[in-house]
């Protein structure tokens, strides 16, 4: 009741707006993001590529094990990866509320359809590890989106990593600089337990860079495996 009182007092005093949508939110305690905004996520659908979650055109599928042309062509670091989804459409509405309009509830309803998309790269992990942002960064925003995303998928949550140096944000590169602008740019923190399976979670992966530095930075560190789960995957074409 007093949950229905305060969306009837908040619609009507503040006149809350979905951060998708821009229609006004009939329960605003219910969190920054309409039922049906959430309800219409894309979802990744079968096939796709086993090492990074690309999806995988079903008419050319390649024999043996299903892996994109990136994966075949450049081996990858991490040893599988899922996201919920392209970063399209309400999806990226969503991830650029939480991080540029910094609706930190956010995190855990992404949490949540993460741990579900991400069920093959959780199972038998031991901690999830947020990518790191560089100091002034995570200052100026006021907290981590990664470390939000990290603290909903029911696994412990190790800081594992942090930024040796600032990098220029991977969206902003042509592919082929992407993996010389992360290299070098991560270093442990902390000792990895033995044998430990460890995720690197991230809000957007595009070509798997920052994931796959990550995770030679944690492997090196003494990880057995690690896997990566991101919110989003960002098309990147191919050169
Ligand atoms: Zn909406
Ligand atoms: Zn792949």
Not at 15 to 21: D, G, I, Q, R
Not at 74 to 86: A, D, E, N
Not at 109 to 136: I, N, T, W
Not at 208 to 226: K, N, R, S, W
Request: aromatic share 4%; with cysteine.
């Amino acid at each position: 009741m007093i949950r229905g009182l305060g969306d009837a007092l908040s619609a009507v005093l503040l006149a809350p707006c979905c951060a998708c949508c821009r229609e006004p939110l009939d329960h605003p305690t219910r969190g920054a993001v309409c039922a049906a905004c959430w309800r219409s996520l894309p979802t990744q659908t079968d096939p796709v590529c086993q090492t990074c979650g690309d999806a995988l055109p079903s008419s050319r599928l390649p024999a043996g094990i299903p892996q994109c042309t990136r994966c075949r062509r450049t081996p990858r670091v991490i040893s599988c990866g899922r996201s919920i989804g392209p970063y399209d459409g309400v999806l990226r509405d969503i991830l650029q509320a939480l991080k540029y309009d910094r609706r930190r509830s956010l995190a855990r309803p992404l949490g949540a359809l993460m741990s579900a998309a991400g069920r093959e790269v959780l199972v038998g992990a031991d901690f999830v590890v947020p990518v790191p942002l560089h100091f002034f960064r995570q200052y100026a925003r006021g907290f981590n989106q990664a470390a939000e995303l990290a603290s909903h998928l029911g696994v412990p949550v190790l800081h594992a990593l942090r930024r040796a140096r600032a990098t220029v944000t991977q969206t902003d590169l042509p592919e082929a600089q992407r993996h010389a602008n992360v290299r070098g740019a991560f270093a442990a923190r902390c000792r990895i337990p033995r044998e430990a399976v460890l995720v690197v979670v991230d809000d957007v992966s595009t070509t798997g860079a920052t994931l796959d530095a990550c995770a030679h930075v944690l492997l090196e560190a003494g990880a057995t495996a690690v896997r990566g789960l991101t919110a989003a995957r960002a098309a990147a074409r191919l050169p």
